[in-house]
């Protein structure tokens, strides 16, 4: 199976910064590599497909990027509906999601 | 409206099965292969296995091979997984999604809960 780590577990940040989360995989996954945000008793939605493209609907501060094995999501100035828990998921193999990252207020 | 409207909570003893239901509209059903993804009580996500709608054709995890079925009725719009011999571990919210490479609609979600 492919793993998937991501860093950090989570992260403290202020409304306006800017924010990278890291996902890495334990093997090439080429660009099969998607990016989810969860809010508390909500189902995951979909943000970042092909490690990059961004999904319809999706602010663009919102950014991904990378291929291989490393990748990150980046949010250029955190609004106060983004603090949640983001996942990464590869799609090369099956499928495997990342422990997540909670991003929660400073 | 394009949505994945999932079956209700449900409450289980240890060795029982439990079937949750994920009904499609808005969209063509069998355009769309059908995945299963659980999250245990403060987990992260965890995939157990995909149905394409059109052929029945099904892949599992390997963790859920021969626990889990996946089946479905095309004439309602509706994907069916069923887990047998649960444990109290299987406590989870179950989701429905559809995609191939990414998950890009989700069902709103189904607690099983099993417990003695």
Not at chain 1, 21 to 31: E, K, M, V, W, Y
Not at chain 1, 57 to 81: H, K, M, N, W, Y
Not at chain 2, 29 to 50: C, K, N, S
């Amino acid at each position: 199976d492919i793993q998937m780590t991501q860093s950090p577990s989570s992260l403290a940040a202020s409304e306006g910064d800017r924010v990278t989360i890291t996902c890495r995989a334990s093997q090439d996954i080429r660009t099969y590599l998607n990016w989810y945000q969860q809010k508390p008793g909500k189902a995951p939605k979909l943000l970042i497909k092909g490690a990059s493209s961004l999904q319809s609907g999706v602010p663009s501060r919102f950014s991904g990027s990378g291929s291989g094995a490393d990748f990150t999501l980046t949010i250029s100035s955190l609004q106060p509906e983004d603090f949640a828990t983001y996942y990464c998921q590869q799609s090369y193999n099956r499928y495997t999601f990342g422990q997540g990252t909670k991003l929660e207020i400073k | 409206q394009v949505q994945m409207v999932q079956s209700g909570a449900e409450v289980k003893q240890p060795g029982a099965s439990v079937i949750v239901s994920c009904k499609a509209s808005g969209y063509t059903f069998t355009d769309y292969y059908i995945h299963w993804v659980r999250q245990a009580p403060g987990q992260g996500l965890e995939w157990m296995g995909w149905m394409n709608p059109n052929s029945g054709g099904t892949i599992y995890a390997l963790k859920f091979q021969g626990r889990v079925t996946l089946t479905r009725d095309t004439s309602i719009s509706t994907a069916h997984m069923e887990v047998r011999s649960l444990r109290p571990d299987d406590t989870a919210v179950y989701y429905c999604a559809r995609g191939t490479d990414e998950f890009d609609l989700w069902g709103q979600g189904t607690l099983v809960t099993v417990s003695s």
